[in-house]
């Protein structure tokens, strides 16, 4: 393992104690800020999501879900992300 | 890692400068490669990985530099092996010669706050750092804005920005690659605790007075349509349909060329050449071997320019997004779609297609399937024996039972492939962690033309290097079993052939060969799903191609038409063992022969491609050990089932 992987590898994000609501709850065109990570999101997964842009205080609006369900493409600072149900339930947003 | 002081000391100005280039997905990464290196890009592999690596060199006034173009990547963050390939590539020990010059990292100037990000964490890994700022003109077109030079000074790097087509900014950039260590770095690397991170961005954003763009209307207004649930539905198959019939309507007609060359060639042979054997060796073996191996060219070449086209303009990853559930459901994921129906015209482009997938358990996963979907060869096979098996006016309510066969035969792969893809989801890295899911959904762009020939060139060559070996060597191996030993006109003529009806000869010649050997000792093997020794031999000829089953029979049976040969094969009987004297080609023997057809791993231009994607010989024996298997068993099942219902 290198040393910049070992060093991000051990990165925490921040998981807020109230309970919230998840992305994957968002209605369609809803906008809500994001303040933090699931506790139960696996920790690589929350990593990648950041990376994504899905950071706290961002704000997430959910566009198009499609025809059969899954995934859900959302918007966070100008990118566009299609994501399923199992990760967007991780990005948790403010009521 | 050792320290060689004087090594990095004593290069300036002579050695080769090494540089990795670095960036997210879509964010202008590829262009830009393509943009510094022309085509002068090699492909390989990244060792233990099915990564594929691309590194070339960049040429200009004098100077020449090496590029290794990484995969896109949001994050050095890795939660895959793949991934671990970027990380391993940057972080040597910084004098060690393997180490890179220096980083170029491509950051898109629409998405600037998540490119930041990025850069943080390649700034830790301590090497000269260069930023190429992309698509600065669909920033200003957005609306949004942000100062270059103060950003440069925000951040303690040299930025460039580079525009696609704009030859300056490359230039400008190329000078930079003469002496990377002169390159401004910040004292201090950003932060890269999630929280401290954060704040750096914001910060540098200040100074750089970065203006956010609005959201790109053109794209927003074209995708309220192309996802939209019922027009984007619709528009989709249409997009597949179309890229499907281009595969048939514009490669079919090229792939003629191809042939009437050989053909032509073939014909010279013929000419020229007295001595019989030589002359179908060169012919068949060589000629046939090489164009058989050229022919596959049209078809590549096109279904990667489409490829090409739809990743480039944006459009992929929409297809990608409509098909992910149903994808899912097979334990892959929606970009896997692509490759699955590029593999109903041919499994050797769509199984090449698999490497847009990152997952590398869903690029096995699609691999392994991916040989099941019904390839356009198996189409001669199937209607040569549903028309024995099926009598023409037959039909079921007002549909024809011929078309409803081959429908189902068609069915039956899509699904046989997706079960497949499951199962073998299921086992592969089933001890790693599930990855997740995520996929940008890109701004609709206008692919530059120089990068959709790239990317078709670089899967043609990689195509001929790799796969087209596999396909010469077994045709000219193939040959030599069908053809093999040589029989003289006097040893013909003495076993009472008649020596002028080419198609008794040709007959003789079969029955007479190392195949026909193998084709009797298997007989045992096959003997359950109603084969003879005949169809074993024609069995291993189809491993060339499937489609040469057709003709391989038709010489068997001595038919007048080698290319249609169902009234010979009809009446073919049984020479031996406790069938003597009855009909080889019975509905139970002709329904195990399309049930086998469907699954087992004829193909040797199938073997060549998955040994070329995942880089071993381990999977494509797999591949050929598991179909072989489960075509067998299911062709027996079938030939019983078709035994009992028409006994």
């Known amino acids: 393992m290198s040393v910049i992987s070992a060093t991000l590898g051990q990165r925490r994000l921040r998981v807020p104690e109230e309970t919230h609501r998840s992305a994957a709850d968002l209605t369609g065109g809803e906008s809500a800020p994001q303040v933090g990570m699931a506790p139960d999101a696996p920790l690589a997964v929350a990593r990648r999501l950041f990376d994504l842009g899905f950071t706290p205080g961002a704000m997430i609006e959910r566009l198009r879900r499609a025809p059969l369900g899954d995934p859900t493409v959302y918007r966070v600072d100008g990118i566009e992300v299609a994501l399923r149900r199992r990760e967007a339930r991780c990005i948790l947003v403010a009521r | ?647």
């Not at chain 2, 139970?588 to 070329?612: D, E, H, K, N, S």
């Open chain 2, 1 to 647: 890692m050792s320290c060689h002081p004087t090594e990095s000391g004593s290069a300036v100005g002579t050695a080769t400068r090494h540089f990795a280039l670095v960036g997210s997905p879509n964010s202008g990464k590829t262009t830009l490669f393509n943009a510094l290196t022309g085509l002068r890009a090699k492909t390989g592999n990244y060792p233990g990985v099915t990564v594929s690596r691309y590194a070339g060199t960049s040429r200009w006034r004098g100077h020449e530099a090496v590029i290794e173009d990484l995969p896109g990547t949001y994050s050095l963050d890795p939660i895959s092996p793949d991934e671990e390939i970027v990380d391993q590539v940057l972080d040597h020990d910084i004098d060690s010669p393997a180490s890179p010059d220096g980083i170029l990292v491509t950051v898109d100037a629409t998405v600037l706050r998540r490119g930041l990000g990025f850069l943080a964490q390649v700034l830790h890994v301590g090497l000269p750092t260069l930023v190429v700022v992309t698509f600065g003109d669909d920033l200003a077109r957005r609306g949004g804005n942000v100062d270059l030079v103060a950003l440069e000074k925000a951040l303690g790097v040299p930025v460039i920005p580079v525009t696609a087509g704009d030859r300056s900014g490359v230039s400008t950039l190329q000078d930079h690659l003469v002496d990377p260590s002169s390159w401004p770095q910040p004292p201090v690397p950003p932060p890269v605790d999630p929280d401290e991170v954060l704040g750096w961005i914001t910060s540098v954003l200040t100074a750089a007075h970065w203006k956010a763009p609005s959201v790109d209307a053109r794209t927003s207004r074209i995708d309220r349509v192309l996802i939209h649930p019922v027009w984007g539905s619709l528009i989709f198959f249409a997009v597949m349909f179309t890229f499907f019939q281009m595969i048939f309507t514009v490669a079919a007609p090229l792939q003629g060329f191809v042939e009437e060359f050989f053909g032509w060639l073939g014909g010279l042979v013929d000419r020229y050449v007295t001595i019989e054997w030589l002359g179908r060796f060169l012919n068949e073996a060589v000629i046939g071997g090489v164009g058989g191996v050229l022919v596959f060219i049209p078809q590549i070449a096109l279904l990667f320019l489409m490829i090409a086209f739809l990743e480039g303009t944006g459009y992929m990853s929409r297809a990608a997004f409509l098909m992910d559930r149903l994808m899912a459901r097979a334990g892959l994921e929606g970009r896997a779609f692509v490759a699955l129906l590029s593999s109903v015209a041919c499994a050797v482009p769509g199984i090449m297609a698999t490497r847009s997938l990152p997952s590398a358990r869903d690029r096995l996963a699609t691999i392994m399937a991916a040989p099941l979907m019904t390839c356009s060869a198996r189409l001669p096979v199937y209607v040569m024996l549903v028309a024995m098996l099926v009598p023409a006016d037959q039909r079921v309510g007002p549909i024809g039972a011929q078309g409803l066969t081959m429908f189902a035969l068609y069915l039956g792969g899509a699904i046989a492939a997706m079960t497949v893809a499951w199962f073998w989801s299921r086992i592969i890295g089933r001890r790693g962690t599930r990855l997740p899911f995520y996929m940008e959904m890109p701004s609709y762009r206008m692919p530059k033309a120089r990068a959709v020939a790239s990317a078709v060139w670089m899967s043609c060559s990689a195509f001929l290097r790799k796969v087209g070996t596999v396909i010469l060597l077994s045709t000219l191996v193939l040959w030599g079993l069908l053809n093999l030993p040589l029989h003289s006109t006097e040893e013909m003529a003495a076993a009472g052939v008649n020596t002028s009806d080419d198609a008794a000869v040709t007959e003789y010649r079969l029955d007479h060969s190392i195949a026909a050997g193998i084709g009797r000792a298997a007989e045992p093997v096959f003997s359950p799903l109603g084969f003879d020794w005949r169809v074993n031999i024609a069995v291993i000829s189809s491993l060339a191609a499937r489609e040469v089953f057709v003709s391989t029979m038709g010489q068997l049976a001595a038919a007048e038409d080698p290319e249609d040969p169902g009234a010979a094969l009809a009446q073919m009987e049984h020479t031996d063992g406790p069938l003597v004297g009855q009909p080889v080609f019975t509905p139970p023997t002709i329904a195990a022969m399309l049930v086998f057809f469907m699954f087992a791993l004829q193909c040797m231009a199938t073997v060549g491609a998955i040994r070329r994607e995942t880089g071993t010989w381990k999977w494509p024996l797999i591949a050929f050990g598991y179909l072989g298997v489960l075509g067998w068993l299911l062709a027996f099942g079938a030939h019983q089932a078709v035994a009992a219902l028409t006994s």
